[in-house]
């Protein structure tokens, strides 16, 4: 069975700064990560997978994230942070035979300008 | 030129109606899904179909039906509604399953209400 942990309910950083959102998982098999995007009363917008290869994902608006296996984690990070950051990121696993997503209970990350 | 638009984006009905919500996508995509976004921002899977055919149904009441018409469509229909369904109701579809990995794009949303 996979599941997806994010430890963290909020994250606050300054503007500037760099950010970092967590998350591990637990998955049989190769994992298949996922990385969303929910601005306020929008839908989810995809921000990186990872399926193999690079343990270094780029993706959308200079968000990238790292893959670690020892570690099962797959956090998200971004160099350097904006306001227009600020929304709700989701992690999830997923793959498997039909393709189903495992979302984390999501993380909401605060930019202060 | 929406890629995954759902109707209504709104919904607020008395319990025990009957709604439905539909969803189209125009990605070219064979597989579609319903999710659930409840109060607290979690997000479960609902359904899926592929070419028109169920896939994923993942313990949900008898009350919701998903009907595929073809495979750009995928409608949710919900009986005797209750206070409990009350959320946000999110469609997506991906090129197939096939591949395991395929990218999942989501519409807008549809918030029910149920009063």
């Known amino acids: 069975a996979q599941s997806v942990a994010q430890p963290e309910d909020q994250v606050n950083v300054a503007e500037g700064n760099p950010l970092t959102v967590k998350c591990t998982y637990s998955v049989s098999g190769n994992p298949y990560l996922f990385w969303y995007v929910q601005y306020p009363n929008r839908g989810l917008q995809f921000l990186l997978k990872?399926?193999?290869?690079?343990?270094l994902v780029k993706g959308s608006y200079g968000f990238e994230a790292e893959f670690n296996k020892s570690q099962t984690s797959f956090h998200l990070k971004k160099p350097s942070a904006l306001v227009s950051d600020s929304a709700l990121y989701f992690c999830a696993p997923g793959g498997g035979a039909t393709n189903k997503l495992i979302f984390g209970t999501g993380t909401l990350l605060a930019v202060q300008p | 030129d929406t890629a995954v638009s759902q109707t209504p984006k709104y919904l607020v009905t008395q319990m025990g109606n009957d709604k439905s919500i539909k969803c189209e996508q125009n990605?070219?995509?064979?597989?579609m899904y319903w999710y659930k976004q409840d109060s607290k921002k979690f997000l479960k899977i609902m359904f899926s179909y592929n070419n028109k055919e169920l896939i994923i149904n993942e313990t949900v009441p008898n009350r919701f039906s998903p009907k595929s018409p073809d495979k750009a469509h995928l409608n949710l229909h919900i009986n005797s509604l209750e206070l409990g369904d009350s959320a946000v109701y999110f469609c997506?579809?991906?090129?197939?399953?096939?591949?395991?990995?395929?990218?999942?794009?989501f519409g807008p949303g549809t918030r029910l209400t149920v009063l």
């Open positions: 990872y399926i193999t290869g690079d343990n």
């Open positions: 990605l070219g995509h064979d597989t």
């Open positions: 997506a579809s991906s090129q197939g399953t096939s591949g395991r990995s395929d990218t999942q794009y």
